[in-house]
C-alpha cells in the first residue's frame, strides 16, 4: 500500500504508531534556507533577502551609484521648482499688469475725463462771463455753472474727509 493514500488515523507501517496521536512517521527535512521560511509560512521573495553578503567594493559602487541617483533627482527636482517659481513670478506680474491696465483704464479714466469736463466747463464759462459782448442771459449762465462747479469741488474735497472721519 501507498505511504500517501493512508488514512491519517491509520498506524504507520514502519513504526507501529498512529499518526493522528500527532507523532510524524517521517520527519521533513529542510533543506534551504527558502524551504524553512515557506514552511513557517512566508514567501522568500516578499522577504527579499538573497542571502547574499556584497563585498566592500560592491557596497561602495552601490552607495556611489545611490548617491549619484539621488543627486540626479534632487537636481531635477530643484530644476522643476525653480522653473515652477519663474512661471508664478510671471504670472503675478502679468496679473498685476492686468489689474494696473483695469485700474487705469475704468476708474482713473473716469477722473481724467471728469477733470476735462470740469475744465472745459469752466473755462468756457469764465470766458462767457468776462466777454464783454456776451448777453446778460450768457452771463446768467456762466455764473450758475462756476458756481456749481465750484460747490462740487468744494464738496467732493470736504465731503470726502468728513465721510473718513465719521
Request: no cysteine; hydrophobic share 35%; aromatic share 6%.
Amino acid at each position: 500500500m501507498d505511504s500517501f493514500s493512508q488514512n491519517p488515523a491509520e498506524t504507520s507501517p514502519a513504526e507501529g504508531i498512529s499518526i493522528s496521536e500527532g507523532i510524524s512517521a517521517s520527519p521533513e527535512i529542510i533543506q534551504s534556507p527558502d524551504d524553512l521560511l515557506r514552511r513557517i509560512g512566508l514567501e522568500p521573495s516578499a522577504i527579499g533577502f538573497s542571502g547574499k553578503i556584497e563585498s566592500r567594493a560592491e557596497m561602495e559602487a552601490r552607495l556611489r551609484r545611490e548617491e549619484i541617483e539621488l543627486n540626479a533627482r534632487l537636481e531635477k527636482e530643484n530644476t522643476e521648482r525653480v522653473a515652477r517659481l519663474e512661471k508664478e513670478r510671471l504670472d503675478d506680474s502679468h496679473k498685476r499688469a492686468l489689474e494696473r491696465y483695469r485700474f487705469l483704464v475704468k476708474e482713473a479714466s473716469v477722473y481724467v475725463i471728469g477733470i476735462l469736463l470740469i475744465i472745459a466747463l469752466g473755462s468756457t464759462s469764465s470766458v462767457i462771463l468776462f466777454d464783454k459782448s456776451a448777453s446778460e442771459e450768457s452771463k446768467t449762465w456762466a455764473r450758475s455753472t462756476l458756481t456749481a462747479i465750484a460747490t462740487a469741488v468744494a464738496g467732493y474735497v470736504f465731503g470726502k474727509s468728513s465721510s473718513s472721519t465719521t
